[in-house]
């Protein structure tokens, strides 16, 4: 008789008890949901206080600046011989508008003296208007002018700046202010009027760049200031 096989009976394997994590407990999940959301609304509230703060003090930065820019600016409108209230509105806009467009308004100012002589009024040959004698047909496809009257000494100096910073984007700050009159040879002699203007005024014509960036040992005392005055005042 051939050897029967054994049958072996099936190998069991060992069990293998494996513990379930223990959930935690309603107190506990509440804890930590509490935990969360009372730090999420202190990041949050810090992150809304920082903020308000920087804006507060960048406003009184740009309110230095702007009184700064305000001073030269009428110093150098002054030989213009027009009368003290409308240098100051001028030198007012001038100086809200070079402090937005990073522009140097002892600059912006010898144009407006070169272009006009103060008079809002000047209308040229050309078709140039006002305090910075824009032309509306050149620039037609960059400025809306149906919107602007030109002959207004803010919205003038408002296109102007504008035109000149444009200038500095396209052909940089050595040949912005000669762009701004035109790039033709026989127009050659208006950037050396604007610096003779800023010479007139007592400012050094050396050194003077269209853009107007403050250096970090200005902007930092800007800061200082900004941080030293008082809400009060």
């Keep these: 008789m051939g050897r029967r096989k054994?049958?072996?009976?099936?190998?069991?394997?060992p069990l293998e008890f494996q513990q379930?994590?223990?959930?935690?407990?309603?107190?506990?999940?509440?804890?930590?949901?509490?935990?969360?959301?009372?730090?999420t609304l202190l990041v949050f509230s810090l992150t809304v206080g920082m903020g308000l703060a920087f804006r507060k003090y960048y406003n009184r930065v740009v309110d230095l600046r702007v009184a700064r820019a305000y001073e030269i600016s009428k110093q150098v409108l002054k030989q213009t011989q027009r009368p003290a209230h409308e240098l100051e509105r001028y030198a007012e806009s001038?100086?809200?508008n070079c402090v937005e467009k990073n522009l140097n308004p002892a600059i912006v100012s010898a144009m407006i003296v070169v272009e006009s002589g103060g008079n809002p009024l000047?209308?040229?040959?050309?078709?140039?208007?006002?305090?910075?004698?824009?032309?509306?047909?050149i620039h037609a496809k960059a400025f809306d002018f149906e919107k602007k009257n030109l002959l207004n000494p803010e919205e003038n100096i408002e296109v102007?700046?504008?035109i000149l910073k444009l200038m500095v984007d396209r052909h940089g700050d050595e040949k912005a202010i000669q762009a701004y009159n035109g790039l033709l040879p026989?127009?050659?002699e208006y950037t050396p009027r604007v610096l003779?203007?800023?010479?007139?005024?007592g400012i050094s014509p050396q050194g003077q760049t269209v853009t107007s960036n403050p250096s970090l040992v200005v902007a930092l005392s800007?800061?200082?200031?900004?941080?030293?005055?008082?809400?009060?005042?």
Excluded: H, Y
């Design 222 to 233: 800007d800061w200082i200031a900004a941080l030293r005055k008082s809400d009060g005042s």
């Design 196 to 201: 003779v203007a800023l010479s007139r005024a």
């Design 94 to 96: 001038v100086a809200k």
């Design 122 to 137: 000047t209308v040229s040959a050309s078709g140039d208007l006002g305090l910075m004698q824009v032309n509306a047909r």
């Design 186 to 188: 026989e127009k050659r």
């Design 160 to 162: 102007g700046t504008s």
């Design 20 to 39: 379930k994590p223990r959930r935690p407990s309603r107190r506990t999940r509440t804890i930590r949901r509490f935990k969360f959301w009372a730090i």
């Design 6 to 13: 054994r049958r072996g009976g099936a190998r069991q394997r």
